[in-house]
T-cell receptor, first 114, second 113 residues
Framework: AQSVTQLDSHVSVSEGTPVLLRCNYSSSYSPSLFWYVQHPNKGLQLLLKYTSAATLVKGINGFEAEFKKSETSFHLTKPSAHMSDAAEYFCVVSDPDYGQNFVFGPGTRLSVLP | KAGVTQTPRYLIKTRGQQVTLSCSPISGHRSVSWYQQTPGQGLQFLFE???????NKGNFPGRFSGRQFSNSRSEMNVSTLELGDSALYLC????????????FGPGTRLTVL
């Protein structure tokens, strides 16, 4: 079965410093992986996706993620945090072998301090 | 292109009542999925409809049901509401092809008193 682990429930960084949100997954040989962001009282917005092309994926707002099959990881990074990045972030795995179910991680709340 | 729309945005019901939520997907999208989001359980998958057929189902009781119409619009119904059904219900649409992302609506906030 598919599963997603987000290793930190809460990450706090200072504005202008790097962001690292960690995600590990369990799935078949070739899953699709996504990162979504949810701002308070808003729906989810796609940040980026990996679908077996380049292992380093660039997304919106300066975010990127690297797919590492050997480590079953898909960590999200950003070189310099902005106040507007404060939100909840979800790592998601989708696997056609499991009927394309989208399985969400528990989420990581990112706080950005001035 | 218009995004995913959900109606109503807010709903207050009492225990034992039933409720119907509606979702209109992005034009051309044939897949609609429903999720329940609560602070304690996070985002949980309810079910997915593709071309009017339920394609996938999560682990929710039979009180939760859905359907999809020929224009891809979807409805979700919860019967005999319980206090624990209070949640944000999110609808997501996608083309239905493998590897494609889901696009989410703003959600319906259901409060059960």
């Amino acid at each position: 079965a598919q599963s997603v682990t987000q290793l930190d429930s809460h990450v706090s960084v200072s504005e202008g410093t790097p962001v690292l949100l960690r995600c590990n997954y369990s799935s078949s040989y070739s899953p699709s992986l996504f990162w979504y962001v949810q701002h308070p009282n808003k729906g989810l917005q796609l940040l980026l996706k990996y679908t077996s092309a380049a292992t380093l994926v660039k997304g919106i707002n300066g975010f990127e993620a690297e797919f590492k099959k050997s480590e079953t990881s898909f960590h999200l990074t950003k070189p310099s945090a902005h106040m507007s990045d404060a939100a909840e972030y979800f790592c998601v795995v989708s696997d056609p072998d499991y009927g394309q179910n989208f399985v969400f991680g528990p989420g990581t709340r990112l706080s950005v301090l001035p | 292109k218009a995004g995913v729309t959900q109606t109503p945005r807010y709903l207050i019901k009492t225990r034992g009542q039933q409720v119907t939520l509606s979702c209109s997907p992005i034009s051309g999208h044939r897949s609609v999925s429903w999720y329940q989001q609560t602070p304690g359980q996070g985002l949980q998958f309810l079910f997915e409809y593709f071309s009017e057929t339920q394609r996938n189902k999560g682990n929710f009781p039979g009180r939760f049901s859905g359907r999809q119409f020929s224009n891809s619009r979807s409805e979700m119904n919860v019967s005999t509401l319980e206090l624990g059904d209070s949640a944000l219900y999110l609808c997501a649409s996608m083309t239905g092809l493998a590897g494609n992302e889901q696009f989410f609506g703003p959600g319906t906030r259901l409060t059960v008193l």
